[in-house]
């Protein structure tokens, strides 16, 4: 037997696990409003409100119990990675739109939860960029790029009022992932792209510092024996080794490995949304490949696909497969004696 990414134990029933993934991304959303201001404390307010909303009428259709399904949390976790996956400070109805796709259309039009082929947050990740690639391009610069700081009161007129006495272009910047791939297809040396300002030591100016804290994050899971090490472990490594490998091949176009693990969603991705236990690969080889997979995918979409990060688009392709793997690569049940055992006949002990 096989558990899911989510191992549960006696003492971690639906709801426990999920306050504990919710706790686990607190030290990365921290240190996102430190770097990038408050604009995220506003986006997870509106997805969670969204969220709840839309999961209460759902449930209202289709005839289901309100209290079991709310408490549960599922619907804020699904709500916390799609708003820490979008750019923060945009317009409301984006947000609304997102949750739309995330609860309506990839959870209960499903079935509901468990159900769901596709991750519900990706699935409204990758709706907005493919329907709405300009607001979904301004995000907010760290300190020391962005020419004007914004207060938190700033920050709801912003996502509900719109553009008043501050210019969304004070405030956004080119995120280090588009900036290597402009500058790079024009030519110019990596010694001159790395000295701009979306770069900070290793990754992205300040988004280095949050994938960090999602790491933390994601050991923690670790340690509570919520997710098991297949799956963070495979992704992060189809990352550094595809990188790396592109990296060896044409220094001057592509970024080195560490440069993609801290940079955009990868560590979010690697420990809380390829984890998923609904909709990722559940033996422990399937768990390997499925990431793997993942993890190329994230690094060929960067460096030659139309969109800055490939996150989304490779957990959701693998999202897929995974029935399919997980087909080939059961584990011989105990008692069963191999081929060879069996005189090359597939027999039963």
Request: net charge positive; charged share 10%; aromatic share 10%.
């Given at each position: 037997?096989?558990?899911?990414?989510?191992?549960?134990?006696?003492?971690?029933?639906?709801?426990?696990?999920?306050?504990?993934?919710?706790?686990?991304?607190?030290?990365?959303?921290?240190?996102?409003?430190?770097?990038?201001?408050?604009?995220?404390?506003?986006?997870?307010?509106?997805?969670?409100?969204?969220?709840?909303?839309?999961?209460?009428?759902?449930?209202?259709?289709?005839?289901?119990?309100?209290?079991?399904?709310?408490?549960?949390?599922?619907?804020?976790?699904?709500?916390?990675?799609?708003?820490?996956?979008?750019?923060?400070?945009?317009?409301?109805?984006?947000?609304?739109?997102?949750?739309?796709?995330?609860?309506?259309?990839?959870?209960?039009?499903?079935?509901g939860?468990?159900?769901?082929?596709?991750n519900?947050?990706?699935?409204?990740?990758?709706?907005?960029?493919?329907?709405?690639?300009?607001?979904?391009?301004?995000w907010?610069?760290?300190?020391?790029?962005?020419?004007?700081?914004?207060?938190?009161?700033?920050?709801?007129d912003?996502?509900?009022?719109?553009?008043?006495?501050?210019?969304?272009?004070?405030?956004?910047?080119?995120?280090?992932?588009?900036?290597?791939?402009?500058?790079?297809?024009?030519?110019?040396?990596?010694?001159?792209?790395?000295?701009?300002?979306?770069?900070?030591?290793?990754?992205?100016?300040?988004?280095?510092?949050?994938?960090?804290?999602y790491?933390?994050g994601?050991?923690?899971l670790?340690?509570?024996?919520?997710?098991?090490?297949?799956?963070?472990a495979?992704?992060?490594?189809?990352?550094?080794?595809?990188?790396?490998?592109?990296?060896?091949?044409?220094?001057?176009?592509?970024?080195g490995?560490?440069?993609?693990?801290?940079s955009?969603?990868?560590?979010?991705?690697?420990?809380?949304?390829?984890?998923?236990?609904?909709?990722?690969?559940?033996?422990?080889?399937?768990?390997?490949?499925?990431?793997?997979?993942?993890g190329?995918?994230?690094?060929?979409?960067?460096?030659?696909?139309g969109?800055?990060?490939?996150?989304?688009?490779?957990?959701?392709?693998?999202?897929?497969?995974?029935?399919?793997?997980?087909?080939?690569?059961?584990?011989?049940?105990?008692?069963?004696?191999?081929?060879?055992?069996?005189?090359?006949?597939?027999?039963?002990?």
């Open positions: 037997m096989n558990g899911s990414p989510f191992t549960l134990l006696e003492r971690n029933s639906v709801s426990v696990v999920m306050l504990k993934v919710m706790a686990a991304l607190i030290p990365a959303i921290i240190a996102h409003a430190w770097f990038f201001g408050p604009g995220i404390w506003v986006s997870l307010l509106v997805c969670s409100v969204f969220a709840i909303g839309l999961e209460t009428l759902m449930l209202l259709m289709r005839g289901r119990p309100l209290g079991p399904f709310l408490k549960d949390g599922s619907v804020l976790v699904t709500a916390w990675l799609l708003a820490l996956s979008l750019p923060t400070l945009a317009p409301w109805w984006l947000y609304a739109v997102g949750m739309i796709f995330s609860v309506v259309v990839a959870k209960h039009l499903y079935g939860l468990g159900q769901n082929l596709f519900p947050a990706m699935v409204g990740y990758a709706a907005l960029i493919v329907s709405f690639p300009m607001y979904m391009t301004q907010p610069g760290p300190i020391g790029v962005a020419v004007q700081s914004i207060n938190l009161g700033e920050a709801f912003l996502v509900f009022a719109g553009q008043g006495s501050v210019s969304v272009d004070a405030f956004t910047s080119a995120t280090a992932l588009d900036t290597w791939k402009t500058q790079a297809r024009l030519g110019k040396p990596v010694a001159d792209i790395l000295v701009m300002p979306a770069f900070g030591w290793a990754g992205g100016r300040g988004q280095e510092l949050v994938s960090l804290m790491l933390l994601g050991l923690l670790l340690g509570n024996r919520l997710i098991t090490w297949h799956i963070p495979a992704f992060l490594g189809g990352v550094a080794f595809t990188a790396w490998g592109l990296h060896l091949l044409d220094p001057g176009q592509h970024a490995p560490l440069f993609h693990l801290l955009g969603g990868v560590m979010l991705g690697a420990f809380f949304i390829a984890t998923d236990p609904v909709t990722a690969a559940s033996t422990p080889r399937g768990k390997l490949i499925y990431a793997g997979m993942a190329l995918i994230t690094v060929l979409i960067r460096n030659f696909g969109y800055p990060d490939g996150v989304a688009f490779s957990i959701l392709l693998m999202n897929v497969a995974a029935p399919f793997i997980d087909t080939y690569t059961q584990p011989r049940v105990f008692g069963h004696k191999t081929s060879d055992q069996a005189g090359g006949r597939k027999d039963t002990a």
